[in-house]
């Protein structure tokens, strides 16, 4: 077990974020206690059923007391409103981070609401499932996953390295970036695919010549790929999209480029550029594997229920 980081952590938000930080966080020892506030009355009483959080809070400015890191963890759409509300509690000293997977728009609505003396080091952990909720998490979700840390100007050194300790605590690997270059490349990585995978199961949906009965009982591997992104939380992706608006937009708008390149071999039966462009991507998956980000293993590794 590590030496704790901070003495108290306060986690804003018990969804699977929070829930699997808490149980990291709790494996290696990084925290001496952890206190947890969500917004649903029938969230709270999960979490405290469940042991989540030593201590789960009723109000969001009793679990910031005394807590020396804050995480904000709702969806980057309610983060304004959240500041807000425990701006005046928060502890001289403290540190407030968050796991937004936006960060210029977070860093727009976040920062008016840091107190002089406050220390605010947004973060995003590039891993998740399809699943949500405070019985979602599990400790070892950001194992070999990178966390991006996307300091402010004027951000002490101290504040960054001690969270990216808690980072690589909880078995992630850190890197820090701009916050805009950010935005673009998760609009390419993350964003646009969850917005094509909507996309490619609703018109699975729309297309009434195949029945939903056939859509289920037949998909193969590609399809069901996309139902599982396209179950994730519909909340927190409508925030991403309105958040992050400019960058998707201009990785859709280039998706749309080759998209019609690609419809335009397969009318002319170009054979060639598309074997060239398949060969291209498919490095692009061998490169993945290679950097320990999946697996090559049959569904990607995934188990079977």
């Not at 901070?6 to 290696?28: D, E, N, Q």
Request: with cysteine; aromatic share 6%.
């Amino acid at each position: 077990m590590s030496a704790p980081v901070y003495k108290r952590v306060a986690l804003i938000g018990l969804g699977l974020i929070a829930s699997s930080m808490f149980w990291a966080m709790k494996r290696a020892g990084l925290s001496g206690e952890v206190t947890g506030y969500a917004r649903s009355s029938e969230t709270r009483e999960t979490a405290r059923r469940i042991g989540l959080c030593d201590r789960v809070c009723d109000s969001a400015a009793e679990a910031v007391e005394g807590a020396d890191l804050v995480v904000l963890c709702v969806p980057v759409g309610a983060m304004s409103t959240v500041m807000e509300d425990i701006s005046a509690a928060l502890m001289p000293g403290a540190t407030v981070s968050d796991v937004g997977s936006v960060k210029r728009h977070v860093i727009e609505a976040v920062s008016p609401h840091i107190p002089e003396g406050v220390h605010f080091v947004p973060a995003h952990p590039l891993a998740g499932t399809e699943h949500s909720g405070p019985e979602a998490g599990f400790a070892e979700l950001f194992d070999n996953r990178w966390s991006l840390l996307v300091p402010v100007e004027g951000t002490e050194p101290v504040a960054v390295d001690r969270l990216r300790r808690l980072w690589e605590g909880m078995g992630a690997n850190v890197d820090e970036m701009d916050a805009d270059h950010h935005d673009l490349v998760l609009a390419v990585t993350s964003h646009a695919p969850h917005l094509i995978a909507y996309t490619m199961v609703g018109v699975a949906d729309d297309l009434r010549r195949v029945t939903d009965s056939e859509v289920i009982k037949y998909s193969a591997a590609g399809f069901r790929d996309f139902t599982r992104i396209a179950a994730s939380d519909p909340t927190m992706w409508r925030d991403v999209f309105l958040t992050n608006k400019d960058a998707t937009l201009e990785i859709l708008g280039r998706f749309t480029e080759e998209l019609f390149a690609l419809q335009r071999a397969i009318r002319t039966g170009d054979g060639e550029h598309l074997h060239q462009y398949f060969t291209r991507t498919r490095a692009i998956r061998r490169g993945i594997i290679e950097a320990g980000q999946d697996t090559d293993a049959p569904d990607f590794g995934r188990t079977k229920t």
